[in-house]
């Protein structure tokens, strides 16, 4: 795998041209969004494990917990239940559960009016790998919040997403390798 050289670390980190053309789930939540990211990272572990994983997104973000959960530590065991997934369940205390296809991806949007972040909504897609192992990319769409008057206000929120997201992918791929390792070890 290789990203493409002029393609900024802030839109596109770690995916590929043909990550960055596909459609996502996302794309229909908010078709209006001004901007989209591209993170992808390559996981040694099966899909369905790492969708396992994904699916923990529902009560932690794993990614820095100081910052985005309340300076609780993000679980490291799996929560039995959490893969029962239902439209509008809430994700990382301020998204909800839009869309999802079992064992392949999830995509979560922000609340309404969801503050200084303006509208966001994220797939997480996980494919197999050639060779074994899983592709995870996430796809987050941004529509900026408006000051008075319809003016959309410039947010750092690309630049602190590429921060937050490499950290919450690095975070799954090593807790979904570790799982992967122990049931074949």
Not at 37 to 44: A, C, T
Not at 167 to 182: M, P
Request: hydrophobic share 40%.
């Amino acid at each position: 795998m290789s990203s493409d050289p002029k393609v900024s670390a802030v839109r596109g980190w770690g995916s590929t041209a043909a990550e960055r053309a596909a459609s996502y789930p996302s794309e229909q939540v908010l078709p209006d969004a001004v901007k989209s990211l591209h993170r992808g990272i390559d996981i040694d572990a099966p899909p369905e494990v790492v969708f396992r994983w994904l699916c923990q997104l529902r009560v932690a973000p794993y990614s820095y917990d100081a910052l985005d959960n309340l300076g609780r530590r993000s679980p490291r065991k799996l929560t039995p239940g959490l893969e029962q997934l239902e439209l509008g369940q809430k994700f990382m205390m301020i998204y909800e559960l839009a869309d999802f296809e079992p064992g392949r991806q999830i995509t979560v949007a922000s609340k309404l009016f969801a503050g200084a972040f303006g509208q966001q909504a994220i797939t997480y897609s996980v494919t197999p790998r050639a060779g074994g192992g899983s592709r995870l990319v996430a796809n987050r769409r941004l529509r900026p919040p408006r000051a008075p008057h319809g003016i959309m206000i410039k947010t750092n929120l690309p630049v602190i997403d590429l921060i937050m997201t490499r950290k919450q992918l690095r975070t799954i791929k090593k807790l979904a390798e570790k799982q992967a390792a122990g049931a074949t070890g």
